[in-house]
């Protein structure tokens, strides 16, 4: 392994500097270690000598004679996104640390440079870069249409065929698979193929209480029971010419579905406590986790009913046996989370692909989705490694609700405590091995109010 700061992967430094004795420093102090120091002035000069000599690394100064330093960090983001970028700057404006971290700078160092300072921000950079990693977060290559479906397995092209052909037909359709498959997904992809101006109102017929089931969907009138004051329009009725989406039909009582068959049937209802009939325009998408004709078979559930909900029928198969979408779902989560979280990261390293291969998955793509949220918030480089993906296995196996996305702040939050616990709250330590400054460290603590335990 290189002593500290030793070229490794870090042949190439470009710094750009105004301030001509900081480039003369970190071009003597860097040569000596066997690195190659470019330097640039200006913004402008810099930007350019960046695309002639494709750097391993770049010191940039936030204050430069013709460019706001942070915006050119944000260009380097855009034109370079592998590349790591430490800002310098003599100022002492924490704000200006705050929006760079945002702006996803690798670190933050201040004047007088301290070359221990540099050359651990050089070690952070090699950690960085160094991975052999398969970037699989290609931005142009996955819509980001919340309703898409993203999968290239033979099981998951058979799905979107049948989403194709069912468009073209106004029929129900009963969609069936595993929790956390994305039945609700595959019903809205329905719905924008085939009336994406019309509205789309799914229930979730295992949250509401059996007896306010007939009012929540069909509405009604002015006392039809105690509280009534007034007519109220159900759900099913607000679908319009659109699409109404029972998710958990299984989860519905017998008496309900007696009346549910019926609606589907006569193509009209009637509100709770009223006699006129409303016509039906909407097409019923259903679906369910269970077994629905095994239900049938044990009187669960209405044979009759079953048969009119299969006139299209969907099955979405568990993660587990199509792996092959395993690599391109988890691309499309991190390119979801990168965007939202303004996170410079645009890949996962092979063993971290690995990992995620070797899973089960028994909370299906739902839980993929939460442990790429986790991953996300733990690493500290633009690659997704083998470690953040373990932890993130580890992590949601522990959770009480399997696949539930805490928020990232809460995540962060534990991680930081944890890795404090672990190196007892040595800060320089901590944040060396976080991928953040100390001073950024300290921010944290006191952002989400982190107390010593001997406090």
Known sequence: MPSR???????????????????????????????????????????????SISPDLIFLDVTLPDVNGLDLLSKFQETVPL?????????QDTSLIIEAMQRNALDYIRKPLNMDDVFIAIEKAQLQVSRNAAVVADRSEYSTSPHSIVGTSREMLEVIKQVGRLSKIRVPVLILGESGTGKELVARALHTASTPTEPFVAVNCAAIVPTLLASELFGHEQGAFTGAKGRRIGKLEFAGKGTFFLD???EIPPDFQAQLLRVLQEKEFERVGGNQSVPLHAR???????????????????????????????IIPPLRIRPDDIPVLAAHFLQKYALSTEKAVVGIEQKGLEALLQHS????VRELDNIIARALISSTTCILSKTDIQSAIRSDTTQETPGQIQPLSVIEKQHITAALDFYKWNISKTARKLGISPTTLRKKIADYIIQHPEA
Do not use: W
């Open 248 to 250: 958990e039909i299984g």
């Open 83 to 91: 590349t790591p970028v430490i800002m310098i700057t003599g100022r």
């Open 284 to 314: 019923i998408i259903a679906a369910s986790h269970r077994n629905l004709q095994e239900m049938v078979k044990q009187g669960k559930f209405r044979e009759d009913l079953y048969y009119r909900l299969t006139v299209g029928e969907i």
């Open 361 to 364: 998955f028994p909370g299906n």
């Open 5 to 51: 700061g030793e070229p490794s992967d870090m042949s190439k430094i470009l710094v750009i500097d105004d301030d001509k004795s900081i480039c003369r420093s970190l071009q003597l102090q860097l040569n000596r270690k066997g690195h190659k120091v470019h330097t640039a002035q200006t913004g402008t000069s810099g930007f350019t000598l960046c695309a």
